[in-house]
């Protein structure tokens, strides 16, 4: 298995300007979940879907962040309009099944906001 | 409020020199405690579930052990490919989330 793909792997984007982050996760997963990652704040979850249902976004920090997930092998998190303090490392995962099972991450995608 | 604490915060080893990362939780009805490994540049690496005080499971160089309020990853003699940052993670048992530790660094000295 190709394991939980996200792109770009790296972006650099100046202020106010729009970014998304896409995410492959493992075939035949239905549970999927977006990160992030700062040293000042350790995994931060975001947002999580549940068969391509959002089920709890009290993680998105404002409404500047919005993630899609339109079928089981696709999802989308953006920020309009971006600013210096979202940068971080996004993180995608997926599992088999809600519930308490592992989560698989992606590698990851740097967000540098200029 | 549920919360994960791990310590230490960074722990330097030398090589062959056994040791244990904790991992202590507050959290009604425990679901998942999970272990995690992340090296730099790169996404967290899923190592261990554990469902229920007593359980262990290990894994090469690694065990990791529960209690009812923290768990334990115990590395017997480690190597230098060990060094990397261990993530715990319980799951909030109304919500299904995921809360993560912020992690220990591990640096394994030849």
């Known amino acids: 298995d190709a394991g939980v793909i996200q792109s770009p792997r790296h972006e650099v984007t100046e202020m106010g300007q729009e970014v998304t982050l896409r995410c492959k996760p493992i075939s035949g997963h239905n549970s999927l979940f977006w990160y992030r990652q700062t040293m000042m704040r350790g995994l931060e979850l975001l947002i999580y879907?549940?068969?391509?249902?959002?089920?709890?976004d009290s993680g998105m920090p404002e409404d500047r962040f919005s993630a899609k997930m339109p079928n089981a092998s696709f999802s989308t998190l953006k920020i309009q309009p971006s600013e210096p303090r979202d940068s971080a490392v996004y993180f995608c995962a997926s599992s088999s099944q809600q519930g308490a099972y592992e989560q698989y991450f992606g590698p990851g995608t740097r967000l540098t906001v200029t | 409020e549920d919360q994960v604490t791990q310590s230490p915060e960074a722990l330097r080893l030398q090589e062959g020199e056994s040791s244990s990362l904790n991992c202590s939780y507050t959290?009604?009805?425990?679901?998942?405690l999970f272990w995690y490994r992340q090296d730099p540049g790169k996404g967290p690496e899923f190592l261990f579930t554990l469902y229920s005080a007593g359980e262990e499971k290990e894994k090469e160089r690694l065990k990791a052990t529960l209690t009812k309020k923290e768990s334990f990853l115990h590395i017997t003699a480690p190597k230098p490919e060990d060094s990397a940052t261990y993530l715990c993670?319980?799951?909030?048992?109304?919500?299904?989330?995921?809360?993560f530790g912020t992690g220990t660094r591990l640096k394994v000295l030849a």
């Open positions: 993670a319980v799951q909030d048992p109304g919500t299904y989330k995921y809360i």
């Open positions: 879907f549940n068969n391509n249902v959002p089920i709890d």
């Open positions: 959290v009604s009805g425990l679901r998942g």
